[in-house]
T-cell receptor
Framework: QQQVKQSPQSLIVQKGGISIINCAYE??????FPWYQQFPGKGPALLIA?????SEKKEGRFTISFNKSAKQFSLHIMDSQPGDSATYFC????????????FGKGTRLHILP | GAVVSQHPSRVICKSGTSVKIECRSL??????MFWYRQFPKQSLMLMAT?????????EQGVEKDKFLINHASLTLSTLTVTSAHPEDSSFYIC????????????FGPGTRLTVL
């Protein structure tokens, strides 16, 4: 019930292409779904997050698509750039600020120049 | 977004010594902070939830006597790795909820611990 399953484990995309990372969750009590970007040796940085009252959220080249009935959400990176090469983690939790969030296992994204 | 800092960023110590890592919320108050450990090429593993003014809540399998957590103020939580051993070498990261249009969880830059 607490798992967040993320795929693929690694992804290679040509510069200018679209990178797509998928996540699925089990706990229907989750109502906060963030994506984090992590570069080697650095802490995760919040990239974009969504609440289940909307099906899509876009910030620049980054878009989260959310399917509440399927309990799935995905990150789309448009016009992928070499600087986007990093590890991406999806996560899920509740809007209660004292609650922990559960992380997926991560996707190592490499953008070919 | 809200800023969370950690100190030190890197520490190398001898086996058997204790190491303290600080986590600070710089521009907001955090009644709850979280401590994670991350091994190379792996995801973040939650170790414990740090609660201001009360005892920390540890995840299953995490030794509370080995990883001492003190959340003495609304802006500071500390993690002390006691009697460190090489297997404790890892990347330790803290996080806290900060205010924004939504409540978001922000992470510190991490502390690389190497135990010789």
């Amino acid at each position: 019930q607490q798992q967040v399953k993320q795929s693929p484990q690694s992804l290679i995309v040509q510069k200018g292409g679209i990178s797509i990372i998928n996540c699925a969750y089990e706990n229907t009590a989750f109502d906060y779904f963030p994506w984090y970007q992590q570069f080697p040796g650095k802490g995760p940085a919040l990239l974009i997050a969504i609440r289940p009252d909307v099906s899509e959220k876009k910030e620049g080249r980054f878009t989260i698509s959310f399917n509440k009935s399927a309990k799935q959400f995905s990150l789309h990176i448009m016009d992928s750039q070499p600087g986007d090469s990093a590890t991406y983690f999806c996560a899920a939790g509740s809007k209660n600020r004292d609650d922990k969030i559960i992380f997926g296992k991560g996707t190592r994204l490499h953008i070919l120049p | 977004g809200a800023v969370v800092s950690q100190h030190p960023s890197r520490v190398i110590c001898k086996s058997g010594t204790s190491v303290k890592i600080e986590c600070r919320s710089l521009d907001f108050q955090a009644t709850t902070m979280f401590w994670y450990r991350q091994f190379p090429k792996q995801s973040l593993m939650l170790m414990a939830t740090s609660n201001e003014g009360s005892k920390a809540t540890y995840e299953q399998g995490v030794e509370k006597d080995k990883f001492l957590i003190n959340h003495a103020s609304l802006t500071l939580s500390t993690l002390t790795v006691t009697s460190a051993h090489p297997e404790d070498s890892s990347f330790y990261i803290c996080s806290a909820w900060g205010f924004s249009s939504y409540n978001e969880q922000f992470f510190g830059p991490g502390t690389r611990l190497t135990v010789l």
